[in-house]
């Protein structure tokens, strides 16, 4: 798979399509789905299926929010991921 660097921007449908390019995951397009706030979600159209699938979904995290009436702040990556066992428990 292409090495992220800055060289793609991976929050542009233009970006991703740039990124997948060269991989079995090259894209006819890039629809960017709506509703989240924190990762940048992509449904592209793959120009070869993929296991039988026509479509996939890319998402991507850049450790900010999505921008929401001009702002955005950071959220990691890290804290993304679910919450340790012990402080799940009530």
């Known amino acids: 798979m292409a090495e992220a660097t800055n ?3 991976l929050k542009t449908a233009d970006g991703v399509l740039e990124y997948l390019a060269s ?3 090259a894209a006819h397009s890039a629809t960017l789905l709506t ?3 924190t990762n ?3 449904r592209i159209q793959l120009k070869t299926p993929y296991k039988d699938h026509e ?4 998402k991507h995290s850049k450790g900010i929010t999505i921008p929401s009436h001009g702002s955005s702040f950071e959220f990691t990556a890290d804290r993304q991921v ?3 066992a012990e402080a799940s428990t009530a």
Do not use: I
């Open 55 to 58: 479509t996939l979904v890319v």
């Open 7 to 9: 060289t793609y921007d």
């Open 23 to 25: 991989t079995p995951f």
């Open 35 to 37: 509703g989240g706030s």
């Open 82 to 84: 679910g919450c340790p």
């Open 40 to 42: 940048f979600c992509f």
